[in-house]
């Protein structure tokens, strides 16, 4: 019995420290990530959009957030981040280049996590210098200029791109469940070999004597 005890203790260490690996691996993979962006991660568009926007899985929250839209060596954002729903909108200034635009975003998540990441997109034609549906202007160029692409939706004129959003979410911890499996297994391993000490334990006390 004094054999069995030990044994029993380290199946119930080995248990807590299993429980305490799989719990704590909870939290660190439930942060909030972005689902998608507009424009689509790499995708070619034919102007530039009056706006750029992050779709998340839940809505985050209005404080702390922040996103550069970047070309020619300018910050072409205009005014604060916009939480509409799950998403975070930024409206662009009015003039920007044609070329390439770097999208870098930071949000604060819905469990008070800050998240962040990058994206790009490239713009055939430069953005209009006035105001969009200015009289004058052709219907088709009014309704391209005052298009505003919604999260999940390609912006006029983008090519199919369903790349996820670059740099959108924390890898697995991988690591941690890998601990909790072992752990498992210790729990597994010691359970055996406790009860094969109690079978044996048992045998021997109620064995036979010998002659």
Known sequence: MRTIRPLLAAVVAALAFASALLFSAVPASAHDVAESTTPANGASVAVVPASVSITFNNRPLAIGSGVTVTAGGENWADGPVEIIDNQAVQKLREGAPAGEFTVTWRVVSSDSHPIEGTFTFTAAAG????????????????????????????????????????????????????????????????????RRKLAASNDSDGGTPAE
């Open 127 to 194: 953005g209009s210098t006035t105001a969009s549906g200015t009289a004058g202007a052709s219907p088709a160029a009014t309704a391209s200029s005052a298009a505003v692409p919604t999260a999940g939706t390609a912006a006029p004129g983008t090519a199919a791109n369903n790349e996820p959003a670059a740099d959108a979410s924390e890898p697995f911890p991988w690591s941690i469940v890998g601990l909790a499996v072992v752990a498992v297994g210790l729990v597994i391993y010691l359970a055996v070999t406790a």
